[in-house]
């Protein structure tokens, strides 16, 4: 079974903090995504990497960054915490080789951001 | 970008009865469909998958059809049972070449009345 996990379920920050939240894969996917999740928009794509230490922005980059320094781990950052960032954060992987796009997700992190 | 909607936002069915879900794409090089199921609190979990060769494949109690005539989805649920109530939503490949991100539909909350 392909298992990806998520440092944390539950997260509360305060405005203007760093926060990282990680995302592990141990099935040797090649691509990984970043979503938040909020009501009536469904998911959005925040970032996404193809391979390591390689990052494309997805639809809404701003206020975050990525890092993924192992093929495995794939790190967003919000560089400076604000309200509007207050979501739950889906990580994916898929293969990425021989037309597997299927994504699997982990369990998210609901991220509070006061 | 693309349009992956659904007809209805919430579905009501009795405990055994089947259930039908429906998906719309607005882009037909769309080459490849997935159904996840996101039970409240969790992250999305892959339920079946269709290429655009095909226009029908089924799984266990899960059938997805395919038309790409109107480019409509749909997942059937035989007898609906209690544990089936969650989010369901589409996601669509759109085919562009090496590229293997999904875009995602707002989802549909699927109640079993037991």
């Known amino acids: 079974d392909v298992k990806v996990t998520q440092s944390s379920r539950y997260l509360v920050k305060r405005t203007g903090e760093k926060v990282f939240l990680e995302c592990v894969q141990d099935?040797?996917?090649?691509?990984m995504f970043w979503y938040r999740q909020d009501p009536g928009l469904g998911l959005r794509l925040i970032y996404f990497s193809y391979d390591v230490k390689m990052k494309e922005k997805g639809d809404i980059p701003e206020g975050y960054s990525v890092s993924r320094e192992k093929k495995e781990r794939f790190s967003l950052i919000l560089e400076s915490a604000s309200t509007n960032q207050t979501s739950m954060y889906l990580c994916?992987?898929?293969f990425g080789r021989g037309g597997e796009e299927t994504q699997y997700f982990g369990p998210g992190t609901r991220l509070l951001v006061l | 970008g693309e349009s992956v909607g659904l007809h209805l936002p919430t579905l009501s069915v009795q405990e055994g009865d089947n259930s039908i879900i429906n998906c719309a794409y607005s882009?037909?090089?769309?080459?490849?469909f997935i159904w996840y199921k996101q039970e409240s609190g969790k992250g999305p979990q892959f339920i079946i998958d269709?290429?655009?060769?095909?226009d029908k494949r089924q799984g266990q109690r899960v059938t997805v059809l395919l038309n790409k005539t109107v480019k409509h989805l749909s997942l059937q649920i035989a007898a609906t049972q209690p544990g089936d109530s969650a989010v369901y939503f589409c996601a669509e490949n759109p085919g562009r070449t090496g590229a293997n991100n999904l875009f995602f539909g707002t989802g549909t909350r699927l109640t079993v009345i037991p």
């Open positions: 994916a992987s898929s």
């Open positions: 882009n037909s090089a769309s080459d490849y």
């Open positions: 269709i290429r655009s060769n095909m």
């Open positions: 099935m040797d996917h090649e691509n």
